[in-house]
C-alpha cells in the first residue's frame, strides 16, 4: 500500500501543480489566482440558478429536483470534457516506459492513470454540483442523512461519467492506433462524440411551444432520472434515506470502476505500445523534389502541423467553432417552435425575422472569441522555444504565423454554418457581406488576443500537453477575457436589438446596427495588430527556459 501512494504522489507531482500556492514563488501564487477566481465565478452562477429552479418547484414541493438536474448537468459535462481528456491523461505519457519497465502490473498502471483522471474530475464536478447542494440545504429542511449521502454522492458522482468517457477513449486510441493518421482519426472521433452529446443536449433545452419554465425543468428532470443513475439515486435517498439503497450506490460503483481496470488493463498496455509506434512509409519515388515557398507559408504550414499533432488542443479550440455550425442547424430546423416561444415572452411582433441577423451576428462573434487556438500555441513550442528564436525570421512573422494558422482552422466552420443560414433563411445581400465580414474579422481578433495572452504568461516547461493547454495560465486567461467579452457583447447587442424591435420595427436598422458593430471590431483588431506589430518582437525576445 506504501508502495502504491509514492507511486501515485510521483505520477501526480507534475499534474497537479496548478493547484499549488508556494511562498517561495509569488508570481506563481499570483497565476494559480486566476482559476480560483474562475471556479468561484462558475461556483456562484450554479448558486443562483439553483436558487431560481427551487423557487419554481416550491410551490409543487418538488425542490429536491434540483438536485437531480445539476447532478445529469455535471454527468453531460463531464463525459464531455473527458472524452478528450482521456487521450492525454491515459495514453502517450510522457512516463509510460519509465513505468513499464518497472515490475508493475498494467493493471497498477491504469489504476493510476484513472485515478489520475477521477482527481481532475472531481474538482471539476465539486464548481457544478456543490452550489446546488449547499443552496438546497439553505432552502429546504434536511436532516444530517442529506449531508451524509450528499458527501458520498461528490466522491462518486465522477466514477461513472470517467469510466464512460475512458472507455470511449480506449476504442478511439484503439481504432486510431491501426491507421497511418493516427492524430486525425482520434479528433474526429472525439468531436463525433462530443457533438452528439451536445445535440442529445439540446434537444432536451427545447422546451416546445406551450411549456413554461416549470414544465421545462420537470422535462429535464425526467431524463435525467431516467439517464443518469446518481440523479435518481440522490433524490431517492434526499427525500427518502434507505441504508440497503445507499450501499447498494456505494457498491456499483466501485465495482464498475474494479470491472473496468480488470478488462481495459488487457488490451491497455498493448494500444498504448502501438499508439507510440512510428509508422514508416516506403516511397516509390527515388527522387525527392523539395518546393519553395515563401516564409509566411512555410511558418504557417509548421503551426497547422503541430494543431493536427496536438488532438487535446483541436478539441478543446475549435470546440466551441463546432458548436456553431451544430447550432445554426438546430436553428435551422426548430425556427418555428424558437419563434413561437418568444412570441409567447409578449415581445411586440409576431415574427422574430427582423432580429435574425443580429441573432447570427452574435453567435459568429461569441463562437469565435469562445475558441482560442493560438492562447496555446507559444507555450506547446516548450523546449524548442530557443531552436524558434534562432530562426533567421522577424519574429513579428512567427507571431503572425500562428495568428493565421489558428484562423484558417476556425474559418471553414464559420462558412460551413454561414452557408447554412444564408440558404435557409434567405439573407439580402448586405446581409451576407455583413455575416461574412463578422466570421473573418473575430476570429481574428480572438487569435491575436491569445497570442498577446500566452507571449505575457507562457508555459515553456511542462510535461504534458494537456498541462498547457487545460491548465495554463495563459489559458484561463483567455477564456476569462473571451467570457467577459462575450457577455458584453450579448449585452450591448441584444440591448439594441430589443430596442429597434420594440421602437422602430425595421430590419434595415438593425443591419445597419451590425455595420456599425463591425467597423469598431475592425478598428479593434487593427489596435492590436499595431501592438503586436511594435512589441512583438520584444515580447519574444524575453521567452526562455
Given at each position: 500500500m506504501k508502495k502504491m501512494m509514492s507511486l501515485i504522489k510521483a505520477c501526480l507531482t507534475d499534474e497537479m501543480q496548478l493547484f499549488k500556492l508556494k511562498k517561495k514563488n509569488q508570481g506563481r501564487n499570483a497565476k494559480s489566482i486566476v482559476p480560483i477566481i474562475l471556479s468561484l465565478f462558475l461556483m456562484l452562477y450554479v448558486a443562483m440558478y439553483s436558487q431560481i429552479i427551487i423557487d419554481a418547484l416550491k410551490e409543487?414541493?418538488?425542490?429536491?429536483?434540483?438536485?437531480?438536474?445539476?447532478?445529469?448537468?455535471?454527468?453531460?459535462?463531464?463525459?464531455?470534457?473527458?472524452?478528450?481528456?482521456?487521450?492525454?491523461?491515459?495514453?502517450?505519457?510522457?512516463?509510460?516506459?519509465?513505468?513499464?519497465?518497472l515490475p508493475i502490473k498494467s493493471s497498477t498502471i491504469l489504476f493510476i492513470r484513472i485515478f489520475k483522471f477521477y482527481l481532475f474530475?472531481?474538482?471539476?464536478?465539486?464548481?457544478?454540483?456543490?452550489?446546488?447542494?449547499?443552496?438546497?440545504?439553505?432552502?429546504?429542511?434536511v436532516g444530517i442523512s442529506y449531508y451524509f449521502v450528499s458527501f458520498f454522492v461528490l466522491l462518486l458522482a465522477p466514477i461513472i461519467p470517467i469510466l464512460i468517457s475512458s472507455l470511449i477513449g480506449v476504442i478511439a486510441n484503439a481504432l486510431s492506433s491501426k491507421f497511418k493518421k493516427k492524430n486525425i482519426f482520434q479528433i474526429i472521433f472525439s468531436l463525433a462524440i462530443i457533438t452528439v452529446v451536445f445535440i442529445y443536449s439540446m434537444k432536451l433545452s427545447y422546451f416546445g411551444d406551450d411549456s413554461g419554465f416549470v414544465d421545462f425543468i420537470l422535462s429535464i428532470n425526467k431524463y435525467a432520472m431516467k439517464?443518469?443513475?446518481?440523479?435518481?439515486?440522490?433524490?431517492?435517498?434526499?427525500?427518502?434515506?434507505n441504508l440497503l439503497k445507499f450501499f447498494i450506490y456505494i457498491l456499483i460503483n466501485f465495482a464498475l470502476f474494479g470491472l473496468f481496470i480488470i478488462l481495459m488493463s488487457k488490451v491497455y498496455y498493448k494500444v498504448n505500445s502501438k499508439l507510440k509506434e512510428n509508422v514508416v512509409?516506403?516511397?516509390?519515388?527515388?527522387?525527392?523534389?523539395?518546393?519553395?515557398?515563401?516564409?509566411?507559408k512555410a511558418l504557417i504550414k509548421k503551426e497547422f502541423n503541430m494543431f493536427i499533432n496536438t488532438p487535446v488542443l483541436v478539441v478543446n479550440s475549435i470546440f466551441g467553432i463546432v458548436l456553431y455550425v451544430v447550432g445554426v442547424v438546430f436553428l435551422c430546423i426548430k425556427y418555428d417552435g424558437?419563434?413561437?416561444?418568444?412570441?409567447?415572452?409578449?415581445?411586440?411582433?409576431?415574427?422574430?425575422g427582423i432580429l435574425l441577423p443580429m441573432i447570427v451576428y452574435t453567435f459568429i462573434v461569441i463562437s469565435s472569441l469562445m475558441s482560442s487556438v493560438s492562447s496555446s500555441l507559444i507555450s506547446l513550442e516548450g523546449k524548442k522555444i530557443n531552436v524558434v528564436k534562432s530562426i533567421p525570421v522577424d519574429s513579428y512573422k512567427i507571431i503572425m504565423a500562428k495568428v493565421y494558422a489558428s484562423f484558417l482552422v476556425l474559418i471553414p466552420f464559420l462558412l460551413i454554418g454561414d452557408l447554412i443560414v444564408f440558404i435557409r433563411f434567405r439573407f439580402n445581400i448586405f446581409e451576407i457581406l455583413l455575416c461574412l465580414a463578422a466570421s473573418v474579422v473575430f476570429p481574428l481578433i480572438a487569435e491575436i488576443i491569445g497570442i498577446i495572452v500566452n507571449l505575457k504568461y507562457p508555459k515553456l516547461d511542462w510535461a504534458s500537453e494537456a498541462e498547457v493547454v487545460k491548465q495554463s495560465t495563459s489559458s484561463l486567461v483567455a477564456v476569462l477575457i473571451s467570457m467577459f467579452a462575450s457577455v458584453l457583447i450579448l449585452g450591448i447587442n441584444g440591448g439594441i436589438t430589443i430596442a429597434i424591435a420594440f421602437f422602430v420595427g425595421e430590419r434595415l436598422l438593425i443591419d445597419l446596427a451590425i455595420l456599425v458593430l463591425l467597423m469598431i471590431g475592425i478598428g479593434i483588431y487593427l489596435l492590436l495588430f499595431l501592438l503586436v506589430k511594435k512589441r512583438g518582437n520584444k515580447w519574444f525576445s524575453k521567452l526562455n527556459i
Open positions: 409543487s414541493n418538488q425542490q429536491s429536483y434540483v438536485l437531480s438536474i445539476f447532478a445529469f448537468i455535471t454527468f453531460i459535462l463531464t463525459i464531455s470534457e473527458g472524452i478528450y481528456k482521456s487521450g492525454s491523461l491515459i495514453f502517450n505519457c510522457k512516463d509510460d516506459e519509465l513505468l513499464h519497465s474530475e472531481f474538482i471539476f464536478n465539486l464548481v457544478f454540483l456543490l452550489p446546488a447542494i449547499i443552496v438546497y440545504a439553505l432552502q429546504a429542511k439517464c443518469c443513475y446518481t440523479s435518481n439515486v440522490f433524490v431517492d435517498l434526499t427525500e427518502s434515506f512509409i516506403k516511397s516509390k519515388k527515388s527522387e525527392y523534389h523539395i518546393e519553395n515557398s515563401s516564409v509566411t424558437i419563434s413561437n416561444v418568444i412570441v409567447y415572452d409578449n415581445l411586440p411582433f409576431k415574427d422574430i
